[in-house]
């Protein structure tokens, strides 16, 4: 399914995207929201002139209209980068020669470290905490158990299918951005768990190709998976960010301070440059100043 809007030049930008770069629906929205909101701009304030007569000057002077509605630097670059991709392509197909974006410098932001909950609090998420009764507890708690362990998606995690775990080699694959497959380790337990699920599921859900069903066999909903997330994590944790992604920094957090090699973290991950693996390090560093001021006379 291709996204349409009334924006011509920008259709085909997206039909690109969607099948040449295979990005997923939840990326092809987020780029075309941005551009239709520029467009939107560019019609307002100067009367629908055409998509290659626009300045960069006409550019930054979107962005400073959204920068008073106090939009945070991290989104006014996602903006940007959206902007800077679809001129990129109008270059590639000939329709222009320049991009307006030449000119627009990205605002720098500070990187914060991502949020993630102590090893000690997940222990205690599966030990103590009570889960749903029935299949829906189950589920939950199985897909906690799922994320935990792997540090996979959210998106991956619901587009899981049965045929993508291996139980008796102890793996999963996992379909992620970009549709690159790459396969996760699972403890014997889990495996064993997650087989266990599968042969456990209700008759009305034996249909389904999902690895997580809700009672009547249908996958599971991002919002929904969220919800309990959010919930479960409530119990354990006052971070105020309490997500699906929390448990992926988590995940990494833990293999970094327990001595994972840097590469090693970013395979597991599905990252494609290591330079987004790179801000677990950060979380390792506070970690050693933590324990070096607690545990150092001089400290």
């Not at 590469?263 to 970690?287: D, F, M, P, R």
Request: aromatic share 10%.
């Amino acid at each position: 399914m291709s996204i349409q809007t009334r924006y011509i030049p920008l259709n085909a930008f997206l039909a690109y995207l969607q099948f040449e770069k295979r990005y997923s629906l939840h990326t092809i929205t987020a780029y075309s929201n941005d551009l239709i909101q520029f467009f939107d701009f560019v019609a307002t304030q100067y009367e629908g002139l055409p998509y290659d007569q626009i300045t960069g000057t006409m550019v930054r002077s979107w962005l400073a209209s959204m920068k008073e509605e106090e939009m945070t630097g991290k989104t006014l670059n996602r903006k940007i980068s959206s902007l800077k991709s679809f001129y990129k392509y109008q270059i590639q197909q000939g329709a222009l020669t320049k991009s307006p974006m030449e000119t627009v410098i990205s605002p720098k932001i500070s990187k914060r470290l991502p949020s993630f909950v102590a090893e000690n609090d997940m222990e205690q998420l599966f030990l103590n905490l009570s889960f749903a009764e029935g299949w829906k507890g189950y589920t939950e708690k199985m897909v906690i158990q799922l994320f935990y362990a792997t540090g996979m998606r959210l998106s991956e995690l619901i587009q899981c299918k049965e045929n993508q775990l291996d139980a008796a080699k102890k793996i999963i694959k996992v379909l992620g951005k970009g549709n690159k497959e790459r396969i996760l380790p699972l403890s014997p337990e889990l495996a064993l768990e997650l087989k266990k699920y599968i042969t456990e599921k209700p008759a009305e859900t034996k249909g389904s190709p999902y690895l997580f069903v809700t009672e009547k066999g249908k996958a599971l909903q991002a919002k929904a998976v969220y919800t309990f997330v959010k919930y479960y994590l409530s119990q354990v944790t006052t971070l105020q960010k309490k997500s699906p992604h929390v448990l992926r920094h988590s995940f990494a957090t833990h293999l970094m301070n327990n001595g994972a090699d840097l590469n090693a973290v970013k395979e597991l991950l599905g990252h494609s440059s290591l330079a987004a693996t790179q801000v677990y390090t950060h979380n390792t560093i506070e970690k050693l100043k933590e324990v070096f001021s607690k545990a150092h006379p001089k400290a």
